[in-house]
């Protein structure tokens, strides 16, 4: 009587079910029995019920890859209640397009880095020339030079 009345689970209202039907006979217990079978459907139900909401908050309110995969477990877990095969496709949706982002992202942060080093090297390029050109001159002005002095 104790595990009726004091019950909160599922497996406690089962137990306590079958400890009626063990002394099937004896006054009401099977009615008690049964009671207890009615509290454990119950508690089965509200389990799930609780499962869901933990699953709907976690996934309404996702922001990584983490998140969405953990709604998509806790609705994989209570897959025969209500819409949660659906709510749990949606999860792992999510986190596809999450992946896709960051590998796009990735991706586009690998071309902008080759790109900066493409510049860089043409800019090297650009500077040795630029100095290849300032020394020419310079031997030239000097050779110039040399030749108005000795005139």
């Known amino acids: 009587m104790e595990k009726k009345v004091n019950g909160q689970t599922e497996n406690d209202f089962a137990e306590a079910a079958a400890l009626f039907r063990s002394i099937d006979g004896y006054k009401d217990s099977s009615l008690l029995a049964n009671e207890c079978d009615d509290l454990a459907k119950k508690a089965h139900l509200k389990a799930k019920q609780e499962i869901f909401q933990k699953a709907l908050l976690k996934k309404n309110n996702g922001q990584t890859e983490n998140d969405f995969v953990e709604a998509a477990e806790l609705f994989k877990s209570i897959s025969d209640y209500m819409n949660s095969n659906t709510l749990m496709e949606s999860c792992y949706a999510h986190v596809l397009h999450i992946k896709d982002a960051q ?3 990735k991706h586009d942060t690998r ?3 080759k790109s ?10 650009d500077g040795c020339g630029c100095g ?3 020394i020419l001159i310079a031997i030239i ?3 110039l030079i040399i030749e108005f002095l000795t005139y």
């Open 132 to 134: 290849f050109y300032f």
């Open 103 to 105: 590998d796009k992202t």
């Open 111 to 113: 071309v902008k880095q």
């Open 116 to 125: 900066i080093k493409k510049e860089k090297k043409n800019n090297k390029l």
């Open 141 to 143: 002005l000097i050779a």
